[in-house]
Each structure stands twice: as structure tokens, then as C-alpha cells.
């Protein structure tokens, strides 16, 4: 079967079709990829629960308010479950479906992985899910502000080691090292997806106005072609009619000198 050529018309819709599945399929993948990192925030949730189940003692801020080692795994289930859904509408931001109110979701966030490090502790779950959420952060917002949450992350934690009693600083330390590490690679990863997917909608959305300006070109055209054949046939109506007007007047003219020229040859035969 022949190739259409860019002036048939009918062969682009059925080629802007193919482009917006081809679309949707990679916003499919890129969603699916961003759903991932909310899995993850779910499962470290799930792994603290399960290495705290045999502790006497609630961690954070739940301990000295009385709170069992249960239920505080329960509440830090539930805030990492939040935590997980509001960090997936951030991408939202990113993608061509924004929330109603993208600050609020994203102070949100914030908000709850800060409650969350108060329940957790600075433990090496706690310390994961943060970097995912930074990594999601980072691509959805200034730099001015990721700058703030960083630099209020790393006050919060600098102020654990230093006032607060921990296990073992020095472990903590390499592990929030470990995690800074982790966070800019999960943000490398992130704009790559991200890049990919900004490739395939600007082509999409290049064949699609490529499609359109060849629709605008053949209907130019096409009005051109009209314009030049009634101009031709109009122009041509109007020579003949002022042609026939001429003739019409000229008609008379004629007859009555003929009619003069034979009166005139009747008078001198007579004669």
C-alpha cells in the first residue's frame, strides 16, 4: 500500500491517533515509575513496623507520651501511607494533571515525613523514606524551597546527634550519609524518566501540529485554487458584458446611419 502524502488530508487523523496512544502508553509508564517510589515508601514503612514489632519501648516522641510500641507502629504505618499517596500527586505536578492546590500537597508532604521522622526516629527507615520523598520533591518545586526542606532535614538531624541520646551516633551519621547519596541518585533516576517522557509528548505534540499545519496548507490551497478560478471566470463575465453593453449601444447607431445612407440614395435616383 502507497505511503500517504503530507497533503492528504484523510491520512492524519488516523496518525495523530497513533501519536496520542503512543502518548498515553508512555505517561502510563511514567506514572507506573513514579508509583514505584510510593510502593517503596509503603514497604519501608512496612519493614519498620515489622524490625519494631519485638521492641519493649516506643521510638520518638510517641515513648514519653505513654504510647504503646504497637500502636506507634500503627501510627507510623498510617502517616507512611499518606506520606506515600501525597508524595504520588506531587508528580502529578510535574505531569499534565496538577492537583487543585499543588503548595498545599506539597507542604503536606513535608509536614508528614517531619511527623513521621517524630515517630520513627532518625532510624534507617525513617532516613530512606526521606530521600525518596526529596527525590520526588526536588523535580516539582524551586530550588529555593528544596533548599529549605534540605537545610531543615539536615538542622532536625544534626540536632538528634547533638542534644538527644542515640544508639550509635556515628552509625547514624553514615547512614544519613549513605541516604543523601541515595536521594541525588533516585533524583537522577527521576529526571531521566522524566526527560524521556518530555521527549516523547514535545514529538507527539511536534507530528501533531505538523499534521495540522499540512490540514491548514491543503485548505489554503485549496482556496486559493477557488480564488484564482472565480477571479478568472469573473473576470471574464465582466469583459463580456461590457463587451455587449458596447455592442448594444453601437447597434442603434448603426441602423440609423443605414437607414440615412439609403434615404439619401433614394432622394438622388429620383432626382
Given at each position: 500500500?502507497?505511503?500517504?502524502?503530507?497533503?492528504?488530508?484523510?491520512?492524519?487523523?488516523?496518525?495523530?491517533?497513533?501519536?496520542?496512544?503512543?502518548?498515553?502508553?508512555?505517561r502510563k509508564v511514567v506514572v507506573s515509575s513514579f508509583f514505584l517510589v510510593s510502593?517503596?515508601?509503603?514497604?519501608?514503612?512496612?519493614?519498620?513496623?515489622?524490625?519494631?514489632?519485638?521492641?519493649?519501648?516506643?521510638?520518638?516522641?510517641?515513648?514519653?507520651?505513654?504510647?504503646?510500641?504497637?500502636?506507634?507502629?500503627?501510627?507510623?504505618?498510617?502517616?507512611?501511607?499518606?506520606?506515600?499517596?501525597?508524595?504520588?500527586?506531587?508528580?502529578?505536578?510535574?505531569?499534565?494533571?496538577?492537583?487543585?492546590?499543588?503548595?498545599?500537597?506539597?507542604?503536606?508532604?513535608?509536614?508528614?515525613?517531619?511527623?513521621?521522622?517524630?515517630?520513627?526516629?532518625?532510624?534507617?527507615?525513617?532516613?530512606?523514606?526521606?530521600?525518596?520523598?526529596?527525590?520526588?520533591?526536588?523535580?516539582?518545586?524551586?530550588?529555593?524551597?528544596?533548599?529549605?526542606?534540605?537545610?531543615?532535614?539536615?538542622?532536625?538531624?544534626?540536632?538528634?546527634?547533638?542534644?538527644?541520646?542515640?544508639?550509635?551516633?556515628?552509625?547514624?551519621?553514615?547512614?544519613?550519609?549513605?541516604?543523601?547519596?541515595?536521594?541525588?541518585?533516585?533524583?537522577?533516576?527521576?529526571?531521566?524518566?522524566?526527560?524521556?517522557?518530555?521527549?516523547?509528548?514535545?514529538?507527539?505534540?511536534?507530528?501533531?501540529?505538523?499534521?495540522?499545519?499540512?490540514?491548514?496548507?491543503?485548505?489554503?490551497?485549496?482556496?486559493?485554487?477557488?480564488?484564482?478560478?472565480?477571479?478568472?471566470?469573473?473576470?471574464?463575465?465582466?469583459?463580456?458584458?461590457?463587451?455587449?453593453?458596447?455592442?448594444?449601444?453601437?447597434?442603434?447607431?448603426?441602423r440609423r446611419r443605414g437607414d440615412g445612407g439609403g434615404a439619401a440614395d433614394r432622394?438622388?435616383?429620383?432626382?
Amino acid at each position: 500500500m502507497p505511503r500517504p502524502r503530507n497533503s492528504d488530508v484523510s491520512a492524519v487523523p488516523s496518525a495523530d491517533d497513533r501519536s496520542m496512544r503512543r502518548l498515553r502508553f508512555s505517561r502510563k509508564v511514567v506514572v507506573s515509575s513514579f508509583f514505584l517510589v510510593s510502593v517503596m515508601i509503603v514497604s519501608l514503612g512496612g519493614l519498620y513496623v515489622v524490625s519494631s514489632a519485638g521492641d519493649d519501648t516506643s521510638p520518638g516522641v510517641l515513648g514519653p507520651l505513654g504510647v504503646g510500641p504497637r500502636w506507634s507502629a500503627v501510627i507510623a504505618l498510617m502517616v507512611t501511607v499518606a506520606l506515600a499517596w501525597l508524595t504520588l500527586r506531587l508528580v502529578g505536578s510535574r505531569l499534565d494533571r496538577p492537583p487543585a492546590r499543588p503548595d498545599a500537597v506539597l507542604y503536606g508532604s513535608f509536614g508528614l515525613l517531619l511527623a513521621l521522622f517524630a515517630v520513627m526516629d532518625a532510624t534507617t527507615w525513617s532516613l530512606m523514606i526521606a530521600a525518596l520523598w526529596w527525590s520526588i520533591a526536588a523535580l516539582v518545586t524551586t530550588r529555593r524551597r528544596i533548599a529549605g526542606f534540605t537545610l531543615v532535614l539536615v538542622a532536625l538531624l544534626a540536632v538528634r546527634l547533638a542534644f538527644l541520646p542515640a544508639p550509635d551516633a556515628l552509625l547514624v551519621a553514615v547512614v544519613a550519609g549513605y541516604t543523601c547519596f541515595l536521594a541525588v541518585l533516585f533524583l537522577v533516576c527521576n529526571l531521566a524518566v522524566l526527560w524521556l517522557w518530555e521527549i516523547a509528548r514535545e514529538a507527539t505534540l511536534a507530528r501533531e501540529a505538523r499534521a495540522r499545519l499540512a490540514v491548514s496548507e491543503e485548505r489554503l490551497r485549496f482556496a486559493r485554487d477557488m480564488h484564482d478560478l472565480l477571479g478568472h471566470s469573473l473576470s471574464g463575465i465582466a469583459v463580456k458584458s461590457e463587451l455587449a453593453a458596447r455592442l448594444a449601444e453601437r447597434g442603434p447607431r448603426a441602423r440609423r446611419r443605414g437607414d440615412g445612407g439609403g434615404a439619401a440614395d433614394r432622394q438622388g435616383g429620383a432626382a
